[in-house]
């Protein structure tokens, strides 16, 4: 019964516990890593589309749902993916693996610290 | 998205034999140059990108690697939204001042022998996304030191991007006026630094083929770039006729028996933060210098190597370094057998470039290069040298300010505007430290040391 208990405990506690791992992250360094990383497609400027949409307020935001930007491709719109911080945190290490069929031209960021700065990043931006 | 530049040789006066303007235009000075910067911020209203996502400093003509992959990919990326129009327009003004009055033989028609301002360009863009696939960069540039205007700089390309072996690659055509304008690079010719150079400026001595050909050809590239990292690229040229290039107001350099072949291989390697490139180029042609006179050519066959670095970061801190070297072997058929214009029927030249910059919150930049060309001893080719050699060999220091071009800036993506200084210095001028101007006197090499303060502007 203990062991039930603990492991009840611990599936109601994951997403929490998930969530904070990339609160963790460091969001100044997470600045950097989007910079380097996502900036040159990517705006976090409230309403400001590149070649890919803009990433203010994406936590929590389903895929393919920014109203002025039509670049979407058919793979990302079917997707069904609300953009939590695991589903983002797992779409920017492989994305054509989270989304096959996606327009989106990157191969992926292998530095699980480093992920978790930009989404802490994106995270802090109200 | 903004601005580029080549810095043709010095044409070496409009009566001057063309086909040697690679080799000979050190011989005659303070020509005037052929057209130089480029500016396309509708690539940046196109695709939703500021100038400083594709430019270094937030103006061009350095290429980023997202820079490098829209050219690759036909100047078609969008941000998705239509009713975009594919026109830019571009002005660079400038003020020149040399250490010593030009000869009055060197000095350009209708300006002073020093200290001479000009409006030295002004152009007009066809630049961006035509169909899916298909798009263009084409410049028409009126020169105010030349006072004609002239249909400049043509690319115009078709490109798909697909998966090879589980790899993205993309392969593309190009129809194209000049054999380096196509290349995404900042080492070859056409997009070097200086990116910009004034008319009044010495030069940097004789150059390879290659870099001579711009508005003169027509080329069909194919090309392809494998897995974002191995760059190659093929094209065949051939010279337009003598009234197409009246009408263009494009210079002649004469007809090419058969056509020219440039090759393209490279190695790119984008880690975000960095990224570095190493490459390998060439350039063969036959050239009938007068096309009155067709059977004998001159035969130019040049081969060259090229690298850069850039360390991006965060974008607050950019570093660049780009060389190349590049050497050519002539044989003057024509020029040496026929005409009897040089002592040698075979002659060299061998040109070494290399530029580091640095910008500080791709505003303030700062660029130091090195110029080096060297090349056979050719006393009658080379007649206004003292040595018979052309070698020639300097440094360009430039400061620049390009206060607008990130994403927030004032007026973006429509106001652009670089201003700087340049300096360029000479320690060898057409083989040592003197040589004989066109009045026939002897002249220091640093009596061509140059300063140019310009403003670049772009619409």
């Known amino acids: 019964m203990k062991n039930y208990s603990i492991l009840l405990a611990a599936l109601l506690l994951y997403p929490a516990i998930s969530q904070q791992s990339f609160a963790a992250g460091d969001a100044k360094k997470g600045a950097n890593v989007f910079a380097e990383e996502c900036g040159d497609c990517h705006s976090v400027t409230p309403g400001k589309n590149k070649k890919g949409p803009g990433l203010f307020g994406v936590i929590g935001r389903n895929a393919a749902s920014v109203p002025d930007f039509s670049g979407y491709s058919d793979g990302i719109k079917q997707s069904g993916i609300t953009w939590s911080m695991d589903k983002l945190d797992a779409y920017i290490t492989q994305p054509r693996k989270i989304v096959p069929g996606g327009k989106m031209k990157y191969d992926g960021l292998d530095d699980a610290g480093a992920r978790s700065d930009v989404i802490a990043y994106l995270s802090s931006l109200k | ?459």
């Open chain 2, 1 to 459: 998205m903004s601005v580029f530049t080549a810095n043709f040789p010095k044409p070496c006066g409009r009566y001057w034999l063309q086909f040697f303007r690679n080799i000979a235009c050190a011989v005659s000075l303070f020509g005037i140059s052929a057209s130089v910067a480029l500016a396309v911020p509708s690539y940046a209203r196109q695709t939703g990108a500021d100038c400083a996502s594709c430019h270094i400093g937030g103006f061009g003509p350095q290429l980023t690697p997202y820079g490098m992959k829209f050219k690759l990919g036909g100047y078609t990326d969008t941000d998705g939204k239509d009713g975009k129009i594919p026109l830019s327009a571009m002005l660079v003004a400038n003020w020149t001042q040399t250490a010593k009055n030009v000869a009055e033989a060197d000095k350009v028609p209708r300006y002073d022998t020093n200290n001479n301002a000009a409006v030295q360009e002004a152009s007009l863009f066809l630049a961006g996304r035509m169909t899916e696939n298909i798009g263009t960069f084409i410049q028409a540039t009126y020169s105010g030191v030349e006072r004609l205007s002239s249909l400049d700089q043509v690319d115009i390309r078709y490109a798909r991007t697909m998966e090879l072996f589980g790899q993205e690659s993309t392969f593309g055509l190009s129809l194209n006026n000049n054999p380096t304008l196509t290349d995404p690079f900042n080492t070859l010719g056409q997009w070097r630094f200086p990116y910009t150079s004034s008319d009044f400026n010495a030069g940097y001595g004789p150059s390879p083929l290659v870099e001579s050909l711009g508005g003169s050809v027509i080329g069909v590239n194919a090309y392809t770039f494998l897995n974002n990292g191995i760059y190659a690229e093929l094209g065949l040229y051939d010279t337009l006729s003598a009234s197409t290039l009246n009408k263009i107001n494009a210079e002649d350099i004469g007809q090419f028996k058969g056509l020219g072949t440039y090759w393209r291989v490279a190695y790119f390697k984008d880690m975000k933060r960095d990224n570095f490139q190493v490459g390998l180029f060439g350039f063969n042609a036959r050239v009938q210098p007068d096309r009155n006179d067709l059977g004998t050519a001159n035969n130019y066959f040049d081969l060259g190597v090229d690298g850069t670095y850039q360390f991006l970061g965060n974008r607050e801190h950019i570093f660049t370094l780009n060389a190349s070297y590049a050497k050519e072997w002539q044989k003057l058929n024509y020029t040496y057998g026929n005409l009897a214009e040089a002592d040698n029927l075979k002659n060299n030249i061998n040109q070494f470039r290399l530029a580091g910059s640095y910008y500080y919150n791709q505003t303030w930049g700062a660029t130091a290069g090195i110029f080096d060309t060297r090349g056979s001893t050719d006393r009658t080719l080379y007649s206004n040298s003292l040595s018979g050699r052309p070698t020639t060999t300097g440094y360009l220091l430039q400061a620049d300010w390009t206060p607008w071009g990130k994403e927030n800036s004032w007026g973006a993506p429509y106001a652009n505007v670089r201003l700087g200084a340049q300096y360029t210095g000479y320690s060898r001028f057409m083989g040592g430290s003197s040589y004989l101007d066109g009045d026939g006197n002897q002249r220091r090499a640093n009596d061509n040391n140059t300063t140019m303060l310009f403003l670049w502007m772009s619409l």
